[in-house]
C-alpha cells in the first residue's frame, strides 16, 4: 500500500519547429525576406515619368499601355509604349534609388546612364548620365478600366522619390502629401496636397487636377494651385504641372510624376509619388 498519488509520468518536450529562412526576422520583428512581386511585369501599364535635360527643361511624359521589365526586387528597369516612346535604365540596377513596388504600383528614379526616345518620331533622344542629386523619376502601375462613377475618396502617400533639382545642385529633398478624389461624373477632380521640399526651397501644390478616364492632370502658377512654403520660393515666376493616373481593379492606387519651375531661384524640380485610398 500506498499514499503517493499515481502520475503519468514527465511532461514530454515540445515538438521542435523545424526553421527556415523566411522566419528570420529583424529587430522590430519584420521579415528579412522581401515578399516576391507580382502583378506588374508582363501587365499593360500606365505611367509616367518626369526626367531632364534633353530638352533643356523639365519634362513630363505620359506612357498608355506600356509594357515594362522589373527586377527580383520590384525595381523597373525600362518601359515602353504601344507608339514608341521608350526609356530603358543603366542595366546596373545598383543605381535605381527610391524604389517601391507593392504589385499594383511602382515608383522609382533611375540614376546612371539613361537612353531612349522621347517621343512617336525618335528625334528627341534621351542620353543622359545622371549622378546622384539627379534622375528619371518614374511610376507606374496596373491602370483602372472601370473607374468609379460616385462618391469620393481619400488617398494617403505610399510611397514617393526625393524630389531632385535639374541642375543636382543639392542633395535630394523630401515630399509628402495626400489626394482627395471627386469621382462624380458631373464633375470628376483630384484635389493636391502635394508638399516639396529641396535645396532650401519649398512648394505646395494644391491644386485641382482634372480626371479623363483613369488618367488626371493639371497646370499650375503663383497663387493659383501653386504656392512657395518659405520666404525663398515662389516669389514670382513659379508654375507646376502635375500628370498621373488610376491603378487597380477599382482604383485603390494613384501615381502622379509632376514639374515645378521656379523663376526666380532659377531652378526646376522633379519627382513622383504612389497614393493608397483609404
Avoid at 519584420?30 to 506588374?40: D, K, M, Q, R, T
Avoid at 520590384?74 to 513596388?101: C, E, H, L, W, Y
Avoid at 502658377?221 to 493616373?245: H, K, R
Avoid at 515645378?260 to 532659377?266: K, N, Q
Wanted: glycine share 14%.
Amino acid at each position: 500500500e500506498t499514499v503517493q498519488i499515481p502520475t503519468a509520468g514527465p511532461t514530454p518536450l515540445p515538438p521542435i519547429g523545424e526553421f527556415v529562412q523566411g522566419d528570420e526576422r529583424t529587430t522590430n520583428g519584420e521579415s528579412v525576406i522581401s515578399a516576391p512581386v507580382v502583378g506588374l511585369g508582363g501587365s499593360v501599364l500606365s505611367g509616367t515619368m518626369a526626367y531632364c535635360c534633353t530638352f533643356s527643361s523639365a519634362q513630363l511624359a505620359t506612357i498608355s499601355d506600356g509594357t515594362a521589365t522589373f527586377d527580383a526586387a520590384g525595381r523597373m528597369t525600362g518601359i515602353s509604349d504601344a507608339i514608341g516612346q521608350n526609356f530603358f535604365a543603366d542595366p546596373d540596377v545598383t543605381k535605381i534609388v527610391d524604389f517601391g513596388n507593392d504589385g499594383i504600383i511602382a515608383w522609382g528614379r533611375w540614376t546612371g546612364n539613361v537612353t531612349g526616345a522621347a517621343s512617336i518620331d525618335g528625334l528627341n533622344a534621351i542620353n543622359e548620365i545622371y549622378d546622384a542629386n539627379k534622375g528619371l523619376h518614374y511610376v507606374v502601375g496596373a491602370p483602372t478600366a472601370l473607374m468609379p462613377q460616385i462618391g469620393t475618396a481619400t488617398y494617403s502617400l505610399l510611397g514617393a522619390t526625393r524630389p531632385t533639382l535639374t541642375d543636382g545642385s543639392a542633395s535630394p529633398g523630401t515630399f509628402s502629401g495626400s489626394l482627395t478624389v471627386n469621382f462624380d461624373v458631373s464633375n470628376p477632380i483630384v484635389r493636391m496636397n502635394l508638399n516639396v521640399a529641396v535645396g532650401g526651397l519649398g512648394y505646395l501644390i494644391n491644386g485641382n487636377a482634372g480626371i479623363s478616364g483613369n488618367t488626371f492632370s493639371g497646370s499650375y502658377s503663383d497663387g493659383a494651385g501653386m504656392n512657395g512654403t518659405n520666404s525663398s520660393s515662389c516669389l514670382s515666376g513659379c508654375s507646376s504641372s502635375v500628370a498621373g493616373f488610376f491603378a487597380g481593379a477599382a482604383a485603390e492606387r494613384a501615381g502622379l510624376a509632376y514639374k515645378i519651375s521656379d523663376s526666380f531661384a532659377g531652378k526646376d524640380v522633379l519627382g513622383a509619388a504612389a497614393f493608397k485610398k483609404q
